[in-house]
């Protein structure tokens, strides 16, 4: 097997303690040639469906290569450590879902990580992003068989989130708040093509009703197609469908955490 | 032209999400070879001259390379983005500002991103850090002739920040604050040269005047200079005057938040 | 001497400023091959023994190579910047102890930086990561023998921090709180032999005195070990005991700071 040098990182570990740290040091002992990019750590503790987001709208800019996700509340309990490989990426992390929205190929296998002669030792009890996850990475990213990390295990036994709800019906686009991102901007699970199976053309003016509130915006290109201090819907980065304030927090002024839910109609 | 191996990154995009990690990813995947370095991506939303303020403050001391500013609340809107041929250095990032206090080189070059060949395809209209400034940064990096990344423009166009505020005179320096940083410590735009013009002399006394408040304090070498818990003024690692609190948070005891004025008289 | 490539970073300089920055260009321009890894830059502004503990905990699972470690209220100030060897490993820093607790080898030497050609030119008074610490550094990292950084020193002279109290008596385990991670985990001095010793076992119950208040709750092997909300002790990654709640903040539950006195007793 080729090497796979690119190993990316995903954790709720937090930047003030030395965790990542440690998970470099280990990673680079065992893969001196090994590219670390670290995609965040800033995950909110245990908020498992805020990482598998991350990771599915990150994973398609980066290299092939390792790819590990640690949001772990259950770690040291029997949920199972995995390994998925998929064409050129192999995705390593705890099987409670995180991995599922980024494993984006259907043609996938799928394996246990059972072989603890690729593990640190001792293995603590909280800790298997540094004493498990990192070193297996490490040794994949040697060019170690993603084979012979363990036990195969069949891919449709791996955890999976529910997709984020989101549907189309009588004119109306209806999703959830799917991730707010460091500006305040309120990714929405609605997509594009929703809003044009309901008539929403850019430029134009879309209603978006929260509970019992509705507010008209524009459907823009971007934040400054509308002055600033005004909200605009528009269709972000990753093809999805988020409301903005032009200079401005919309998820501040709005109150959407993730989860709320949003319906979309068009003028 | 010989590659520039550095790609250093300054943006606004905080680091909870994964955007930063998806220009890490297109950098990487352009140009393997290429050694990132972060200089900051917590300027505060939209802040361009913080970010300005802190490019210029941090270029001296990285290696020749290219150098990616992108604090741009206008993308997707008419702003140009640019590339900036220094000497040694190529500056990248949107032409509102945020590059011109650290291109220090009278000598130089400019660009207008044109050559769609080089963005990732397609360009969204919310993340041209990602499609646009990363790529483009990264082929430089690889070697791609700067002068090939599109039209040429005239370099007395680009948009440049007036300084801060700064004069001396009758025995009195006046300036504004520039930047707090993670200490509390603030820095002025006032320089040591000011403070020798008016006759501060390390060691003696200044008073510095906020508003309708004036504060004596020690004009000293370091932090240590007073006891704990008092005020120092002192010239910073940039060579411009600041103003701390040993052991302590000047800008929460004083309030001076940036672009706030202040005026020092020596004794 | 073989060239050490990996230096490691942990200061209190923060992410918003271009202090780590600059750090990471002096190194990179010194020694081009260097890996970087930043332990973390987020320590408490001049916490020491913060500083001292993540360096002791995360130093074993980084690659052999130079330490440094800036955590430097002194900065400026007569207190001496030092360079310490311990097989593989040179430590650098300010001498107030940040380095104390991680210099695990009993057989050191130790040397103050005393040879200017190494350092930056000029010297601030304030910015010795970037000026002095960082380019030692780079200089080790790529060859320079450590014995030629300064002066020779007696390792007995160096500043020691005091070990965090810790004692077992009578059937009682007495210690304190060392650190508070990301997720409120209040970690002890106690340890799982300490435990041992008072006849604690894993899956029995301890009482936790805190002041007035005791509080009993299982003895685990991980948080999993108890149902969400519950309080937990449990050893942890470091082979100390720590406090937790399962999917909880143990730290804001308990209002436990670091330094806080802590007794254990078993059932």
Redesign the interface.
Known sequence: MTPKH?V?L?T???????????C???I??IC?PA?I???????P??DVRRGAA??A??VP???AGVHVAVID?????RRRAVAVAAGERVFIGPDNGVLSWAVADPDIQAYELTDQELWLDPV????HG??IFAPVAAHVASGHAVTSVGTEIDPDGLVRLPPPARAVHDGTAAGEVV?V???GNVQLSVTRADLERIGARCGGTVTVTLGRHSLRMTYG?????VPPGELVA????TGQVALAVN?GNAAQRLGLPPGAHVRLTAE
Do not use: K, N, W
Not at 73 to 77: F, I
């Open positions: 690119c990316t995903l709720d570990y937090g930047l003030e303690d030395g965790f990542v740290a440690a470099h040091g280990v680079a002992s001196p590219r990019i670290d995609i965040t750590h800033l995950v503790p245990g991350i990771m709208q990150t800019y980066l290299p509340p259950g770690v040291g309990t603590s009890a909280t800790f540094r004493d991730t991102d460091r500006f290109e971007t934040f400054g197609s528009y269709t972000d980065a200079s």
